[in-house]
């Protein structure tokens, strides 16, 4: 199956594989806004709802199965945690926002931490907020987007598990996300199809993000 994704040159695509191909590694866990690293180094951040496929999505970018780590419990990642790919760019898998199996308490916690992050971070160069292909954009998702907008962060959608879907399903939901992001200032209008699984628009995705490094 063919899908729709930014036009990039080969060159843009090769550079991307590059970067990709560099080493990968977790830095850490930040629970705290003062445990943020204290760097210039541009930061791209991967928000959605929890099980969306973050992780999964990481650990295929950088082709290391247990980077970042994978669960089918929704919410398990309950922190920012921080990746340095080739002292270039830091990417930052943030808590699944939505359901999450914790306390209230503590998913309140986790969203104040998310949202004090995005509103405030000056290296923050993009965010990519994740949508499960199968379900389009959620009321929660928008709640999401319109913060974003707020902030002024510069965010684009990323479809995931699109091979779990028919060719007709994926043409129908890019077409319900691309009319439901002209409503949104901050929102980049490329919007990239991809599955983790079958390893699809993920040189897009690498190109994209090759494209913020510099």
């Given at each position: 199956?063919?899908?729709t994704?930014?036009?990039?040159?080969?060159?843009?695509?090769?550079?991307?594989?590059?970067?990709?191909?560099?080493?990968?590694?977790f830095?850490l866990?930040?629970?705290?806004?003062?445990?943020l690293?204290?760097?210039?180094?541009?930061?791209?951040?991967?928000?959605?709802?929890?099980?969306?496929?973050?992780?999964?999505?990481?650990?295929?970018?950088?082709?290391?199965?247990?980077?970042?780590?994978?669960?089918?419990?929704?919410g398990?990642?309950?922190?920012?945690?921080?990746?340095?790919?080739?002292?270039?760019?830091?990417?930052?898998?943030?808590?699944?926002?939505?359901?999450a199996?914790?306390?209230?308490?503590?998913?309140?916690?986790?969203?104040?931490?998310?949202?004090?992050?995005?509103?405030?971070r000056?290296?923050?160069?993009?965010?990519?907020?994740?949508?499960?292909?199968?379900?389009?954009?959620?009321?929660?998702?928008?709640?999401?987007m319109d913060?974003?907008?707020?902030?002024?962060?510069?965010?684009?959608?990323?479809?995931?598990?699109t091979?779990?879907?028919?060719?007709?399903?994926?043409?129908?939901?890019?077409?319900?996300?691309?009319?439901?992001?002209?409503?949104?200032?901050?929102?980049?209008?490329?919007?990239?199809?991809?599955?983790?699984?079958k390893?699809?628009?993920?040189?897009?995705?690498?190109?994209e993000?090759?494209?913020?490094?510099d």
């Open positions: 199956m063919e899908f994704a930014p036009e990039f040159t080969q060159e843009q695509l090769d550079k991307g594989k590059e970067l990709f191909k560099q080493p990968c590694t830095v866990g930040v629970a705290h806004l003062e445990q690293p204290l760097t210039e180094m541009p930061e791209v951040a991967f928000a959605g709802r929890s099980n969306v496929g973050k992780s999964s999505i990481i650990n295929a970018l950088t082709s290391q199965k247990g980077l970042a780590k994978t669960s089918n419990t929704p398990r990642t309950q922190q920012l945690n921080y990746f340095n790919l080739n002292n270039q760019i830091h990417i930052v898998d943030l808590p699944g926002y939505g359901f199996q914790a306390p209230e308490s503590i998913v309140k916690q986790w969203q104040k931490l998310i949202f004090a992050y995005l509103q405030g000056v290296n923050l160069k993009r965010v990519f907020v994740l949508i499960d292909s199968r379900h389009g954009i959620k009321k929660v998702d928008t709640e999401i913060m974003l907008d707020k902030a002024a962060v510069t965010y684009q959608i990323i479809l995931t598990k091979d779990k879907i028919s060719r007709n399903a994926l043409e129908k939901v890019m077409a319900e996300t691309k009319e439901a992001i002209k409503k949104h200032a901050a929102a980049y209008v490329d919007i990239i199809a991809t599955s983790s699984e390893k699809q628009g993920l040189d897009e995705l690498r190109a993000i090759s494209s913020l490094a």
